[in-house]
Nanobody, 121 residues
Framework: QVQLVESGGGLVQAGGSLRLSCANS??????MGWFRQAPGKEREFVAGFSWNIGWRRYADSVQGRFTISGDNSKKLVFLQMDSLKPEDTAVYYC????????????????WGQGTQVTVSS
């Protein structure tokens, strides 16, 4: 059964915005975030945060343009993407883990199915 489900991907013009959502239908996971994978490239960390400690981090490539946030239920996570660039084109995956280290190093316990983001030039 699927525990993490992403939504909000689509086609957007360069300079535009999208907001991705991730819904966790199962047990609360205290560290959640987003990864992305472009064709021919490895999956890379984009943004993450922890519900229970003051940890929040972004990849250098999206710093200042993307914002990660969570719902009070601790079951819903968002990624607001502004000033999108063609190089942001990728499949974006929601991820969850119990520890910050597990999430940030690319070994989360749970993955979503992915949502496609395409940015036209």
């Amino acid at each position: 059964q699927v525990q993490l489900v992403e939504s909000g991907g689509g086609l957007v013009q360069a300079g535009g915005s999208l907001r991705l959502s991730c819904a966790n239908s199962g047990r609360i996971m205290y560290s959640m975030g987003w990864f992305r994978q472009a064709p021919g490239k490895e999956r890379e960390f984009v943004a993450g945060f922890s519900w229970n400690i003051g940890w929040r981090r972004y990849a250098d490539s999206v710093q200042g343009r993307f914002t990660i946030s969570g719902d009070n239920s601790k079951k819903l996570v968002f990624l607001q993407m502004d000033s999108l660039k063609p190089e942001d084109t990728a499949v974006y995956y929601c991820a969850a883990a119990q520890s910050v280290h597990e999430l940030y190093t690319g070994a989360p316990e749970l993955w979503g199915q992915g949502t496609q983001v395409t940015v036209s030039s």
